[in-house]
């Protein structure tokens, strides 16, 4: 009993009103008394109870109008009703409640004992229902709050569509062309303009290499294209396939394309990925030639490799000890744990085993590969540091079988790190005495260090004085909201360059400074702050604007483009370059005047890191042809940062006029590096929402359990010890007891029969027990022959293949699932039988729901179908799709539903395989 709840008694009967009222009030409830219906209603919207006790006489009102009244307002319709009379048996006003959906009933007289227990009992179930209600609540609001992430996304997505670099395609539901990106358009040779709007088979006729173009393929095409809109499957869906076309210029290329079907609101459309990859057949051979090479390399490895028993016995070790300890495989096989590392380092060592060994016993199997630092002493009496990377081997039967583990000196490293922190001491002196301003910062923009020639431009006395301060202090206030975006940028990119800012010294006068930022970041690769130089730029800028205000448009334009340009004369040569360019590429013009693309400094590789021929550079091919080119992506060696850049370029010929050569081309490139990291990021972050929905689908069946225990342990034994105490009575004042009171304790035996069902039944919907005991096929049938009791329908469940146990979290979401899909079916389908198929073959998993009711339109499927199922068809999605699979509807007016889940049993693997 809660100490806030709150009951209302409404009863004519003064005495018996303030009697009841005292008892309760004394038990510890709450408690509003009421002599009229009208003052009742009253005093109900007034206090908003916990529980009314509603007498079926009232002075001015009946006892169900009182109780129709209270259910229409949307404010009263959640507390229990429970009726009283005083003129009726218990079981006549146990037929009411039930006939105008009260929740229960009481007849007076009844014992104060027995009153407080029933009441209690109602108390307790209201207040799991509250717990129900909660529940769903916080679980609507955070799928809520996925949808809008969601919404984020395919905005996002719609940006990358635009700026793939593969090519995409999506018809419409006729199989018309609705979206022709770039990068298609590029594969091709086919302009957007002139394909939008094209049937498919069309376009892929057009493309198709001289030799196949025939009738029948055309006819071909367009069958396989209508059918596959029209809702059938076809083996070549979701698998890409490789072809060769022959582009609008007549050059053959090979492409890679993957078509997939998409249900939308209007039905089914379709969308394929192509990639080019001409290159390939190239690439596939450089690529054997490099694997045989790297497999001579791992065979003569200079690494240590080695094998460990759980006993901390060496079970193998490669020749290389030798080398690095000076011991031959057979003396290493006999050394113990003490023999090869120092004290300190044995002592890691034991420490990591013994964790180790505890992860295993704990379940814990996918544990992340650490670094391990350790020195080792060596045959001859030295020591040498060495870096080991140990992982665990599993036997068959999930048993730890061994530990491999490779070791590597690194005892130049070692060397290297203490001349780090010797480089990294020389460096402060150097930024101390730089003549560029140099501040770091905390993540908040704190300022932690200033440089002394910071301190002077901004006009302070001393170090002291900026220590501590905002760095957005230093800004204007006009650019202190972009400069906190361009923090933001900088925490996700590691590096911002050439931010102008108006700064504002300490005494007010302000000035243009350019701001390149990056982070710092600490040992574990958390952020810990940023460092930036700044430098005072107000001349130049100064400078430039009077420049740019005598110089022509051509100029202006060639020195502001945000991407990087570069002309060549008709000979190939570098006789212009942009400051875009200089900083893209990290070199000046003076270091590229007179080169050519196919200059050996640039070492331009393609995307998939094979090296990229200067005769198929943009550059010499619009010289060669006097042709464009177009969204040419390659790598190119950066110098000054030590790592390759990514640059998206376009080649533009120029001609004298009556001329067909072009005297110069244009190269127009820019850095799409950051670009490519936010795709990746992007990936990953579609696979935490995955792993998000995972953890919020086995956090809601942790509850159900919970609440179902707490069921069976709590209100289960008080309703069993009730039921056993009233047998006992019955037994021994059967005979004494004058005949109505004898009906009203078989009543009460009765009720407490009925409450001691409802909680089971409540039990098994939160958590049935078979389906953790017997596997998903078992529960699907067991939730068959319930729905089929209740609902009067015939519900024939089989499973098709080799039935196994699943992975449980895998099992609870089928079963959910199905669940859900059978509410679905009592509620809209009017179906007079249901087909429920598990089907288990070696590759595929499929759960079937099969109706013969109403159906609906397949237009309508499945943005309509929501409005049927409400929150639960996302349910049903959101669940599919954290596990992996793929939900299917299929539905026609008048010819039944059919709802397929089917999820690779590949999928096993990425889930805690524990049984409960």
């Known amino acids: 009993m809660q100490v806030d709840s709150h009951i209302l008694i409404m009863n004519g009967n003064e005495p018996l009103l303030r009697a009841r009222a005292r008892l309760l009030r004394e038990a510890g409830y709450s408690v509003t008394e009421a002599m009229t219906g009208q003052d009742g209603l009253r005093q109900a919207q007034a206090v908003s109870p916990d529980l009314i006790l509603l007498d079926i006489v009232l002075p001015d009102l009946p006892g169900s109008e009182v109780y129709r009244r209270l259910k229409a307002s949307p404010t009263l319709s959640s507390p229990f009703v429970i009726l009283t009379s005083s003129i009726i048996t218990d079981a006549d006003i146990q037929e009411m409640a039930l006939e105008i959906g009260a929740d229960g009933g009481i007849a007076h007289p009844v014992a104060e004992r027995g009153l407080l227990a029933r009441i209690g009992l109602f108390m307790r179930l209201l207040q799991a229902e509250r717990r129900l209600r909660d529940e769903r609540a916080i679980h609507e609001r955070q799928l809520q709050e996925r949808i809008t992430a969601l919404e984020v996304s395919e905005e996002r997505l719609r940006g990358i569509i635009t700026q793939s670099h593969d090519g995409i395609v999506f018809l419409d539901h006729d199989g018309a062309i609705t979206v022709w990106n770039r990068a298609m358009a590029t594969i091709t040779g086919l302009p957007s303009e002139e394909v939008i709007g094209r049937p498919l088979w069309d376009v892929q006729y057009q493309v198709m290499c001289e030799e196949h173009q025939r009738p029948e393929m055309h006819a071909m095409l367009q069958a396989q294209i209508v059918a596959v809109l029209q809702g059938d499957d076809a083996p070549w869906l979701h698998r890409p396939s490789l072809q060769e076309i022959q582009c609008a210029d007549g050059e053959r290329r090979h492409i890679r394309s993957t078509i997939f079907p998409i249900t939308t609101s209007q039905g089914r459309i379709l969308a394929s990925i192509s990639q080019d990859v001409t290159n390939e057949h190239q690439a596939e051979q450089r690529l054997r030639e490099q694997e045989e090479r790297f497999r001579f390399l791992a065979e003569n490895s200079h690494d240590v490799i080695w094998t460990l028993d759980a006993d901390g016995h060496f079970t193998y070790i490669s020749p290389s000890v030798y080398t690095l300890l000076g011991y031959t495989p057979q003396e290493g096989l006999q050394l113990s744990l003490n023999d090869i590392f120092t004290p300190a380092s044995l002592h890691i060592v034991h420490t990591a085993m013994a964790g180790a060994l505890a992860d295993i016993a704990a379940g814990k199997r996918d544990i992340q590969n650490t670094p391990?630092?350790?020195?080792?002493?060596?045959?001859?009496?030295?020591?040498?540091?060495?870096?080991?990377?140990?992982?665990?081997?599993?036997?068959?039967?999930?048993?730890?079988q061994c530990f491999l583990g490779v070791t590597r000196d690194i005892s130049d490293r070692k060397r290297a790190e203490d001349a780090l922190r010797e480089s990294e001491e020389l460096h402060r002196s150097l930024i101390s005495a730089s003549p560029d301003n140099v501040t770091a910062t905390d993540v908040r923009g704190v300022i932690t260090f200033a440089s002394p020639r910071s301190v002077a431009q901004y006009g302070y006395d001393s170090q002291d004085d900026v220590l501590g301060r905002s760095a957005f202090e230093l800004i204007a206030p006009e650019d202190r909201e972009r400069a906190a975006a361009n923090l933001q940028h900088t925490l996700q990119d590691g590096i911002?360059?050439?931010?102008?800012?108006?700064?504002?010294?300490?005494?007010?006068?302000?000035?243009?400074?350019?701001?390149?930022?990056?982070?710092?970041?600490?040992?574990?690769?958390?952020?810990?702050?940023?460092?930036?130089?700044?430098?005072?730029?107000?001349?130049?800028?100064?400078?430039?604007?009077?420049?740019?205000?005598?110089?022509?448009?051509?100029?202006?334009?060639?020195?502001?483009?945000?991407?990087?340009?570069?002309?060549?004369?008709?000979?190939?040569?570098?006789?212009?370059?942009?400051?875009?360019?200089?900083?893209?590429?990290?070199?000046?013009?003076?270091?590229?005047?007179?080169?050519?693309?196919?200059?050996?400094?640039?070492?331009?590789?393609?995307?998939?890191?094979?090296?990229y021929p200067g005769e198929l550079h943009p550059i010499v091919r619009a010289r060669k042809t006097g042709m464009a080119f177009h969204d040419d992506v390659m790598g190119v060696y950066h110098q000054q940062k030590g790592d390759y850049i990514w640059i998206n370029t376009h080649a533009i010929p120029v001609f004298h006029p009556d001329e067909e050569r072009p005297y110069q081309v244009y190269a127009i490139f820019e850095d799409i590096t950051d670009r490519r990291n936010t795709e990746f990021m992007l990936r990953r972050s579609r696979n935490e929402l995955r792993h998000l929905?995972?953890?919020?689908?086995?956090?809601?069946?942790?509850?159900?359990?919970?609440?179902?225990?707490?069921?069976?342990?709590?209100?289960?034994?008080?309703?069993?010890?009730?039921?056993?105490?009233?047998?006992?009575i019955n037994e021994?004042?059967?005979?004494?007891?004058?005949?109505?009171?004898?009906?009203?304790?078989?009543?009460?035996?009765?009720?407490?029969?009925?409450?001691?069902?409802?909680?089971?039944?409540?039990?098994?919907?939160?958590?049935?027990?078979?389906?953790?005991?017997?596997?998903?096929?078992?529960a699907l049938q067991w939730m068959g022959r319930q729905l089929q009791q209740q609902a009067g329908i015939t519900i024939d469940v089989q499973g098709i293949g080799n039935i196994e146990r699943l992975p449980a979290d895998i099992e609870t979401a089928l079963f959910r699932i199905t669940q859900e899909a059978l509410t679905n079916v009592l509620k809209h389908a009017q179906a007079s039988t249901v087909?429920?198929?598990?089907?288990?073959?070696?590759?595929?998993?499929?759960?079937?729901?099969?109706?013969?009711?109403?159906?609906?339109?397949?237009?309508?499927?499945?943005?309509?179908?929501?409005?049927?199922?409400?929150?639960?068809?996302?349910?049903?999605?959101?669940?599919?799709?954290?596990?992996?699979?793929?939900?299917?509807?299929?539905?026609?007016?008048?010819?039944?539903?059919?709802?397929?889940?089917?999820?690779?049993?590949?999928?096993?693997?990425?889930?805690?395989?524990?049984?409960r």
């Open 835 to 915: 087909f429920l198929t598990l089907q288990m073959h070696d590759d595929v998993v499929n759960v079937t729901v099969a109706d013969d009711g109403v159906g609906f339109a397949s237009s309508r499927a499945p943005a309509d179908a929501s409005r049927l199922t409400g929150w639960g068809l996302i349910n049903m999605q959101e669940r599919t799709r954290s596990i992996g699979g793929t939900l299917k509807i299929d539905s026609r007016q008048g010819q039944g539903t059919r709802v397929t889940v089917m999820l690779p049993r590949r999928c096993d693997v990425h889930h805690d395989s524990h049984r």
């Open 496 to 611: 911002i360059r050439n931010c102008i800012y108006t700064l504002v010294r300490k005494d007010g006068t302000r000035f243009i400074g350019e701001l390149n930022a990056a982070v710092v970041y600490d040992a574990q690769g958390d952020a810990k702050g940023f460092v930036a130089t700044t430098r005072d730029i107000t001349e130049r800028v100064r400078m430039e604007r009077a420049l740019q205000e005598s110089e022509m448009m051509y100029r202006m334009l060639f020195e502001n483009m945000a991407q990087g340009v570069i002309c060549h004369d008709a000979e190939g040569r570098v006789i212009a370059a942009n400051p875009a360019a200089e900083q893209i590429l990290g070199v000046t013009f003076e270091q590229m005047r007179g080169t050519t693309s196919m200059d050996p400094q640039w070492r331009t590789i393609h995307e998939g890191g094979s090296e």
């Open 372 to 400: 391990y630092q350790l020195e080792q002493p060596r045959k001859d009496g030295t020591t040498v540091w060495t870096e080991s990377m140990v992982r665990r081997v599993f036997a068959d039967d999930g048993s730890l």
């Open 732 to 778: 021994v004042v059967i005979h004494a007891l004058p005949d109505h009171a004898a009906d009203r304790l078989a009543a009460a035996m009765r009720l407490t029969g009925e409450i001691a069902e409802s909680v089971r039944r409540v039990m098994l919907d939160l958590r049935p027990p078979v389906l953790d005991d017997y596997g998903l096929l078992a």
């Open 693 to 728: 929905a995972r953890r919020l689908a086995t956090t809601q069946e942790t509850e159900r359990q919970h609440l179902a225990r707490e069921l069976h342990d709590q209100i289960g034994q008080n309703i069993a010890a009730l039921g056993v105490l009233l047998s006992a």
